[in-house]
């Protein structure tokens, strides 16, 4: 499939190497992120709302309530932009100015409506549920209709995105290579401890085997497979 | 202090009972998270950028190159919505529909703008790297004039916010405890590995005490002390 273009709101100028576009590097951080930040802006006023997403082809999907405000606003469509960031280490170089972070980010840019039509709605819940707990859907009694009515999927085509990676240790000004500072990287990383188990579990109920080593990595791997 | 005062774009109407608008619980969330994402506005489009943050009172300030996008339309006072999430846990409950996730979340609203004196940006600048390694201002070299003059450093008064956390285990409608479904959480947290010197450190240059032990959890703890 081809590149996203830069285009007006996404072309890269400053530290442009860190700069991607293929569908690759996107849709890899895309699809190992659980929360996004969902910006848009109502009557002028800017929003940022985080929300748990994920993503299906071209498009990007996310639910809520159907009396949230966030997706009542965008019964009708609305130019979104929804930022993904992995925050993967601190940069720590020998000065101020060239400390950094390591982090992967997608700013995915379109236009948010919801899905109406109840079997979409419900294989998109699938999906979601699917997505972080493979198994698990087929474990569950079914979705009523009254839930879902009350849920609100909404879903947007991804138009242009912006895709910034930076990896690796500080570049440093030649000279302060000679300080006596220390100089380097402390990885960071979301990790998913033991499960606890609810009070009230019926007796008996063993641990699922979706729940047995939960590692947040493997999810872009795993979509990437199912592609 | 007074709590903040919601505010029609602040008041939360659905699952009220996550909502907090006291300071020690908003601040305590701010001076956890490392990451922030700004949304603001360019002649209607939505953006929405993380950035490393930290607060500083009743602002928060976060800074950048002179040259980005989203610093340079801040250089007048624009509305913003920036955007602290913490994530910290799947909530399995026995149905898709009551599941759900443990998060902490605060939006903050109000006007960014540029700090332009000099001493209130080393100031600012000073702040940050000391609320992430405390005591490595002093161990680097000075910042440069020119190095101060290609920084933008953007701070915010906090007018009103929106802060949601929600804990604890799934609630499940009465009926559905009687399936044998896993139901409980599972917890996420963001954790700092081991440090890694760069290829060029000096020899001879121990870890400092800062890297020591990274506990993200106790940078909260840490400002609060500070206050």
Known sequence: MDDFKPTARTRIKRLAKRAHYDRETVYRI???GLVAHVG???????????????REGERLVWHGSSASKMLR??????????TVSLFD??????????????????????????VTDPAGKLAALEAFVERITPGR????????????KATCVIAMTIDDV????????????????ALDVWAGVVPLRMVAEKAQPDARLKPGVPLPSYLRHVD??????????AE
């Open 30 to 32: 895309l699809d190992q």
């Open 73 to 82: 606003s965008m019964k009708q469509p609305v130019p979104v932009c929804v």
């Open 40 to 54: 848009y802006a109502i009557a002028g006023q800017p929003y940022v709302t985080p929300t748990n997403y994920w």
């Open 89 to 114: 280490g601190l940069v720590l170089a020998r000065s101020g100015f060239h400390s950094s972070v390591n982090y992967r980010s997608v700013m995915c840019f379109g236009e948010a409506a919801e």
């Open 162 to 177: 912006a895709c910034k990676v930076r990896t690796g240790g500080p570049i440093d000004d030649e000279e302060d290579y």
């Open 216 to 225: 947040l990595e493997s999810y872009a791997s795993r979509a990437k497979a």
């Open 137 to 148: 859907w087929a474990e569950l009694r079914p979705v009523t209709k009254q839930e879902l």
